[in-house]
T-cell receptor, first 114, second 111 residues
Framework: DTAVSQTPKYLVTQMGNDKSIKCEQN?????MYWYKQDSKKFLKIMFS???????INETVPNRFSPKSPDKAHLNLHINSLELGDSAVYFC?????????????FGPGTRLTVL | AQSVAQPEDQVNVAEGNPLTVKCTYS??????LFWYVQYPNRGLQFLLK????DNLVKGSYGFEAEFNKSQTSFHLKKPSALVSDSALYFC?????????WGAGTKLIIKP
Protein backbone atom coordinates (compact mmCIF):
# COMPACT_ATOMS: atom_id res chain seq x y z
CA ASP A 1 0.00 0.00 0.00
CA THR A 2 1.26 3.45 -0.92
CA ALA A 3 1.53 5.63 2.18
CA VAL A 4 1.08 9.00 0.46
CA SER A 5 -0.39 9.00 -3.02
CA GLN A 6 -0.99 11.79 -5.49
CA THR A 7 -2.94 12.02 -8.71
CA PRO A 8 -2.22 12.74 -11.42
CA LYS A 9 1.48 12.04 -11.75
CA TYR A 10 1.77 14.29 -14.80
CA LEU A 11 -0.40 17.25 -15.71
CA VAL A 12 0.03 19.23 -18.92
CA THR A 13 -2.32 22.13 -19.49
CA GLN A 14 -2.71 25.50 -21.13
CA MET A 15 -2.29 28.89 -19.48
CA GLY A 16 -5.48 30.18 -17.95
CA ASN A 17 -6.95 26.76 -17.19
CA ASP A 18 -8.02 25.54 -13.75
CA LYS A 19 -6.68 22.23 -12.46
CA SER A 20 -6.65 20.13 -9.31
CA ILE A 21 -4.17 17.74 -7.76
CA LYS A 22 -5.35 15.17 -5.26
CA CYS A 23 -3.48 13.73 -2.30
CA GLU A 24 -4.34 10.93 0.07
CA GLN A 25 -2.44 9.42 2.98
CA ASN A 26 -3.20 6.15 4.71
CA UNK A 27 -0.79 6.62 7.59
CA UNK A 28 -3.36 8.00 9.99
CA UNK A 29 -1.43 11.25 10.24
CA UNK A 30 -3.04 14.46 11.42
CA UNK A 31 -0.99 16.89 9.33
CA MET A 32 -0.64 17.24 5.58
CA TYR A 33 1.42 19.59 3.45
CA TRP A 34 1.82 20.87 -0.07
CA TYR A 35 5.28 21.72 -1.38
CA LYS A 36 6.43 23.18 -4.66
CA GLN A 37 9.75 22.11 -6.16
CA ASP A 38 10.97 24.38 -8.92
CA SER A 39 13.24 23.58 -11.84
CA LYS A 40 16.32 24.16 -9.68
CA LYS A 41 15.02 21.55 -7.21
CA PHE A 42 14.43 24.18 -4.53
CA LEU A 43 11.71 23.02 -2.16
CA LYS A 44 9.17 25.51 -0.81
CA ILE A 45 6.30 24.83 1.53
CA MET A 46 2.97 26.19 0.37
CA PHE A 47 0.39 25.01 2.89
CA SER A 48 -0.08 22.71 5.82
CA UNK A 49 -3.29 21.41 7.35
CA UNK A 50 -3.90 19.77 10.68
CA UNK A 51 -7.15 17.85 11.05
CA UNK A 52 -8.69 19.81 8.18
CA UNK A 53 -7.59 23.16 9.64
CA UNK A 54 -5.18 25.42 7.78
CA UNK A 55 -1.97 25.87 9.80
CA ILE A 56 0.60 27.27 7.39
CA ASN A 57 -0.23 29.47 4.45
CA GLU A 58 2.96 30.80 2.97
CA THR A 59 3.09 33.63 0.50
CA VAL A 60 1.32 31.84 -2.28
CA PRO A 61 -0.91 33.50 -4.88
CA ASN A 62 -4.57 33.18 -3.98
CA ARG A 63 -5.04 31.30 -7.24
CA PHE A 64 -3.87 28.32 -5.19
CA SER A 65 -6.52 26.96 -2.87
CA PRO A 66 -6.06 23.87 -0.73
CA LYS A 67 -9.04 21.85 0.37
CA SER A 68 -9.10 19.18 3.03
CA PRO A 69 -12.36 17.20 3.06
CA ASP A 70 -11.00 14.98 5.84
CA LYS A 71 -7.67 14.51 7.55
CA ALA A 72 -6.58 11.82 5.07
CA HIS A 73 -7.01 14.04 2.03
CA LEU A 74 -5.54 17.36 0.98
CA ASN A 75 -6.27 18.56 -2.51
CA LEU A 76 -4.75 21.51 -4.32
CA HIS A 77 -6.80 23.54 -6.75
CA ILE A 78 -5.11 26.04 -9.01
CA ASN A 79 -7.03 28.71 -10.92
CA SER A 80 -5.89 30.63 -13.97
CA LEU A 81 -2.68 28.70 -14.42
CA GLU A 82 0.43 30.65 -15.37
CA LEU A 83 3.70 29.59 -16.97
CA GLY A 84 5.48 30.11 -13.65
CA ASP A 85 3.30 27.51 -12.00
CA SER A 86 5.18 24.80 -13.89
CA ALA A 87 6.90 22.73 -11.21
CA VAL A 88 6.69 19.47 -9.33
CA TYR A 89 4.18 19.57 -6.49
CA PHE A 90 4.64 17.25 -3.55
CA CYS A 91 2.17 16.28 -0.93
CA UNK A 92 3.46 15.12 2.45
CA UNK A 93 2.09 14.09 5.81
CA UNK A 94 3.27 13.82 9.40
CA UNK A 95 1.74 12.93 12.71
CA UNK A 96 2.35 16.28 14.36
CA UNK A 97 2.20 19.90 13.28
CA UNK A 98 5.21 21.12 15.21
CA UNK A 99 7.67 20.44 12.41
CA UNK A 100 9.57 18.01 14.61
CA UNK A 101 8.01 14.91 13.17
CA UNK A 102 9.18 12.99 10.12
CA UNK A 103 7.33 13.91 6.97
CA UNK A 104 6.35 11.30 4.41
CA PHE A 105 6.21 12.45 0.83
CA GLY A 106 4.12 11.45 -2.12
CA PRO A 107 5.69 10.72 -5.52
CA GLY A 108 4.97 14.20 -6.85
CA THR A 109 2.88 15.71 -9.62
CA ARG A 110 4.77 17.29 -12.49
CA LEU A 111 2.72 20.24 -13.72
CA THR A 112 3.59 21.75 -17.08
CA VAL A 113 1.81 24.90 -18.16
CA LEU A 114 2.06 25.70 -21.87
CA ALA B 1 16.75 35.23 9.47
CA GLN B 2 16.36 31.49 9.87
CA SER B 3 18.24 29.62 7.18
CA VAL B 4 19.80 26.34 6.17
CA ALA B 5 22.83 26.23 3.91
CA GLN B 6 24.11 23.36 1.86
CA PRO B 7 27.27 24.95 0.49
CA GLU B 8 27.91 22.42 -2.27
CA ASP B 9 25.57 22.13 -5.23
CA GLN B 10 27.23 18.86 -6.18
CA VAL B 11 29.54 16.36 -4.56
CA ASN B 12 31.45 13.77 -6.58
CA VAL B 13 32.81 10.67 -4.88
CA ALA B 14 34.33 7.47 -6.18
CA GLU B 15 32.54 4.28 -5.23
CA GLY B 16 33.95 2.80 -2.04
CA ASN B 17 35.25 6.11 -0.75
CA PRO B 18 33.77 7.92 2.23
CA LEU B 19 31.35 10.71 1.50
CA THR B 20 30.30 13.87 3.30
CA VAL B 21 27.44 16.19 2.40
CA LYS B 22 27.57 19.42 4.35
CA CYS B 23 24.82 21.34 6.09
CA THR B 24 24.95 24.38 8.33
CA TYR B 25 22.06 26.25 9.85
CA SER B 26 21.12 29.50 11.47
CA UNK B 27 18.09 28.88 13.65
CA UNK B 28 17.37 29.99 17.19
CA UNK B 29 16.76 27.57 20.01
CA UNK B 30 17.37 23.84 19.84
CA UNK B 31 15.97 22.71 16.52
CA UNK B 32 15.39 19.24 15.20
CA LEU B 33 17.60 18.45 12.20
CA PHE B 34 16.75 16.17 9.31
CA TRP B 35 18.23 14.65 6.19
CA TYR B 36 16.06 13.54 3.30
CA VAL B 37 17.03 11.94 -0.02
CA GLN B 38 15.34 12.33 -3.38
CA TYR B 39 16.01 9.80 -6.11
CA PRO B 40 15.28 10.87 -9.71
CA ASN B 41 11.58 11.35 -10.41
CA ARG B 42 10.66 10.31 -6.88
CA GLY B 43 9.41 11.96 -3.74
CA LEU B 44 11.66 12.72 -0.78
CA GLN B 45 12.50 9.94 1.64
CA PHE B 46 13.47 10.37 5.26
CA LEU B 47 17.04 9.34 6.10
CA LEU B 48 17.62 10.40 9.68
CA LYS B 49 17.03 13.09 12.26
CA UNK B 50 18.68 14.56 15.32
CA UNK B 51 16.55 15.44 18.32
CA UNK B 52 18.86 15.39 21.30
CA UNK B 53 21.54 13.27 22.91
CA ASP B 54 24.35 11.54 21.03
CA ASN B 55 25.79 13.84 18.39
CA LEU B 56 26.20 10.97 15.93
CA VAL B 57 22.90 9.85 14.46
CA LYS B 58 22.54 6.68 12.40
CA GLY B 59 19.96 6.39 9.68
CA SER B 60 18.84 4.43 6.66
CA TYR B 61 21.07 2.88 3.99
CA GLY B 62 24.20 3.12 6.14
CA PHE B 63 24.11 6.91 6.41
CA GLU B 64 24.93 8.81 9.56
CA ALA B 65 25.10 12.47 10.47
CA GLU B 66 27.14 14.38 12.99
CA PHE B 67 25.58 17.24 14.91
CA ASN B 68 27.96 19.99 15.99
CA LYS B 69 26.27 22.64 18.08
CA SER B 70 29.20 25.04 18.23
CA GLN B 71 29.57 25.02 14.46
CA THR B 72 25.79 24.77 13.89
CA SER B 73 26.41 21.97 11.43
CA PHE B 74 24.78 18.66 10.66
CA HIS B 75 26.91 16.93 8.03
CA LEU B 76 25.75 13.72 6.39
CA LYS B 77 28.32 10.94 6.10
CA LYS B 78 28.78 7.42 4.86
CA PRO B 79 31.97 5.36 5.25
CA SER B 80 31.81 3.69 1.84
CA ALA B 81 29.78 5.15 -1.02
CA LEU B 82 27.69 3.07 -3.41
CA VAL B 83 26.70 4.02 -6.95
CA SER B 84 23.09 3.64 -5.81
CA ASP B 85 23.63 6.50 -3.31
CA SER B 86 23.61 8.92 -6.24
CA ALA B 87 20.68 11.23 -5.57
CA LEU B 88 19.70 14.67 -4.33
CA TYR B 89 20.09 15.21 -0.59
CA PHE B 90 18.23 17.79 1.46
CA CYS B 91 19.00 19.05 4.93
CA UNK B 92 16.09 20.53 6.89
CA UNK B 93 15.76 22.20 10.28
CA UNK B 94 12.70 22.97 12.37
CA UNK B 95 11.85 26.58 13.11
CA UNK B 96 8.55 28.06 14.23
CA UNK B 97 6.66 24.82 13.77
CA UNK B 98 7.79 24.18 10.23
CA UNK B 99 10.79 22.86 8.38
CA UNK B 100 13.30 25.15 6.72
CA TRP B 101 14.89 23.36 3.79
CA GLY B 102 18.34 23.61 2.32
CA ALA B 103 18.70 23.99 -1.43
CA GLY B 104 19.84 20.40 -1.89
CA THR B 105 23.13 18.78 -2.82
CA LYS B 106 23.45 16.46 -5.77
CA LEU B 107 25.59 13.48 -4.86
CA ILE B 108 27.24 11.62 -7.72
CA ILE B 109 29.00 8.35 -7.01
CA LYS B 110 31.24 7.19 -9.83
CA PRO B 111 32.07 3.50 -10.33
Amino acid sequence: DTAVSQTPKYLVTQMGNDKSIKCEQNLGHDTMYWYKQDSKKFLKIMFSYNNKELIINETVPNRFSPKSPDKAHLNLHINSLELGDSAVYFCASSQETSGTDTQYFGPGTRLTVL
Amino acid sequence: AQSVAQPEDQVNVAEGNPLTVKCTYSVSGNPYLFWYVQYPNRGLQFLLKYITGDNLVKGSYGFEAEFNKSQTSFHLKKPSALVSDSALYFCAVTSNYQLIWGAGTKLIIKP
